[in-house]
C-alpha cells in the first residue's frame, strides 16, 4: 500500500529534509521516518517532493512512502492522530491518503511554490525572528518587483545555484514572481515555479535584497541571470524566512488520491 502525506515543520531545528550528517540535528524525513517505524512495526523508505535546507520550514511538503499492510486498518484508525505522540510540536502531519501505484511526491510534482518573509524595521521583533528575515531598513517594495519580472519565464539560473545537488540541467521555468506588502513593516515574496536548483530562491531574494540596497536597475539582475556566474550574484538570505508552501500535482492524479 501506498501512503501519501502532507507535512508541515518548522525547520528551525533540522540540518534539512534530507538525511544528513550533520551533528545532532536530525533531518525531518528522519525523524519521520523513525515516528512511521514505530507505528507500522517495520522499515520504512520515504520520498520527498524535493529538499529544504537546513533552517527553511515547509507549510505543506509532501512526501510517500509503501508499507506491508491493508488498507482496511484506516477504517478505525487515523495515522495522523496516531503519529501525533511520536512526533515533536515541530512537525505536523496535515493530511493522508492512499495514492496509486504511479504516484511519487518527487516525479510526480509539477511545479511549487515558495514564500519568503521579511520584517523591514530599525528594531527586531523577538515573534517574528524565527520565521522571517530581519532588514533595519526600509525596502523599496517597486523596485523589488521591477527585479521579480526579470525572472519570470524559462531561464538559466545556474548563477543562483549553489553547489552540493547534481542535476541534468540548471534551466528553470518560473511562472509567478511577485513581492506583497503584508503590512508597513512586513513583505512577502512569492514564488512559483516547475521546479528549483538548490538554494535558488534565497540567492534570488539575496541578490534582489542586495540590489535594492545599491538601487540598481533591473538590468543588473538580467546581467547576473545571464552571467551563468554563482559569483556574480548576492549572498544568500537566511534560511528562517523561506517556506515551501504549495507542491503541485497534476489534476488527474490528485483524484485518484483517496484522503483518509
Given at each position: 500500500?501506498?501512503?501519501?502525506?502532507?507535512?508541515?515543520?518548522?525547520?528551525?531545528?533540522?540540518?534539512?529534509?534530507?538525511?544528513?550528517?550533520?551533528?545532532?540535528?536530525?533531518?525531518?524525513?528522519?525523524?519521520?521516518?523513525?515516528?512511521?517505524?514505530?507505528?507500522?512495526?517495520?522499515?520504512?523508505?520515504?520520498?520527498?517532493?524535493?529538499?529544504?535546507?537546513?533552517?527553511?520550514?515547509?507549510?505543506?511538503?509532501?512526501?510517500?512512502?509503501?508499507?506491508?499492510?491493508?488498507?482496511?486498518?484506516?477504517?478505525?484508525?487515523?495515522?495522523?492522530?496516531?503519529?501525533?505522540?511520536?512526533?515533536?510540536?515541530?512537525?505536523?502531519v496535515r493530511k493522508v491518503w492512499i495514492a496509486p501505484h504511479d504516484f511519487h511526491s518527487t516525479l510526480s510534482a509539477?511545479?511549487?511554490?515558495?514564500?519568503?518573509?521579511?520584517?523591514?524595521?530599525?528594531?527586531?521583533?523577538?515573534?517574528?525572528?524565527?520565521?522571517?528575515?530581519?532588514?533595519?531598513?526600509?525596502?523599496?517594495?517597486?523596485?523589488?518587483?521591477?527585479?521579480?519580472?526579470?525572472?519570470?519565464?524559462?531561464?538559466?539560473?545556474?548563477?543562483?545555484?549553489?553547489?552540493?545537488?547534481?542535476?541534468?540541467?540548471?534551466?528553470?521555468?518560473?511562472?509567478?514572481?511577485?513581492?506583497?506588502?503584508?503590512?508597513?513593516?512586513?513583505?512577502?515574496?512569492?514564488?512559483?515555479?516547475?521546479?528549483?536548483?538548490?538554494?535558488?530562491?534565497?540567492?534570488?531574494?539575496?541578490?534582489?535584497?542586495?540590489?535594492?540596497?545599491?538601487?540598481?536597475?533591473?538590468?543588473?539582475?538580467?546581467?547576473?541571470?545571464?552571467?551563468?556566474?554563482?559569483?556574480?550574484?548576492?549572498?544568500?538570505?537566511?534560511?528562517?524566512?523561506?517556506?515551501?508552501?504549495?507542491?503541485?500535482?497534476?489534476?488527474?492524479?490528485?483524484?485518484?488520491?483517496?484522503?483518509?
Amino acid at each position: 500500500m501506498k501512503i501519501r502525506m502532507e507535512v508541515a515543520y518548522k525547520g528551525t531545528d533540522f540540518c534539512g529534509w534530507q538525511r544528513q550528517n550533520h551533528g545532532e540535528l536530525k533531518s525531518v524525513s528522519h525523524v519521520l521516518q523513525e515516528a512511521l517505524e514505530k507505528v507500522f512495526q517495520q522499515k520504512i523508505k520515504m520520498y520527498g517532493s524535493g529538499r529544504t535546507d537546513a533552517g527553511v520550514h515547509a507549510l505543506a511538503q509532501h512526501c510517500h512512502f509503501t508499507v506491508e499492510k491493508d488498507e482496511n486498518i484506516f477504517k478505525t484508525w487515523d495515522l495522523a492522530w496516531a503519529m501525533k505522540s511520536l512526533l515533536p510540536d515541530t512537525i505536523t502531519v496535515r493530511k493522508v491518503w492512499i495514492a496509486p501505484h504511479d504516484f511519487h511526491s518527487t516525479l510526480s510534482a509539477i511545479g511549487k511554490t515558495y514564500k519568503y518573509f521579511i520584517y523591514s524595521n530599525p528594531r527586531s521583533n523577538p515573534f517574528l525572528r524565527p520565521h522571517s528575515h530581519w532588514v533595519r531598513f526600509p525596502l523599496d517594495i517597486n523596485l523589488l518587483n521591477q527585479y521579480a519580472e526579470v525572472i519570470i519565464g524559462e531561464h538559466d539560473f545556474k548563477s543562483f545555484q549553489s553547489v552540493g545537488t547534481e542535476v541534468a540541467h540548471t534551466r528553470r521555468k518560473i511562472m509567478k514572481a511577485r513581492w506583497i506588502l503584508k503590512s508597513p513593516k512586513e513583505l512577502e515574496f512569492s514564488v512559483t515555479g516547475s521546479g528549483f536548483l538548490k538554494q535558488m530562491v534565497r540567492n534570488l531574494v539575496g541578490t534582489m535584497l542586495m540590489l535594492e540596497k545599491e538601487k540598481a536597475s533591473p538590468d543588473k539582475l538580467k546581467e547576473i541571470l545571464k552571467a551563468l556566474d554563482r559569483k556574480k550574484a548576492g549572498a544568500p538570505a537566511p534560511p528562517e524566512g523561506l517556506f515551501l508552501w504549495k507542491v503541485y500535482y497534476p489534476r488527474e492524479l490528485d483524484n485518484r488520491c483517496r484522503e483518509l
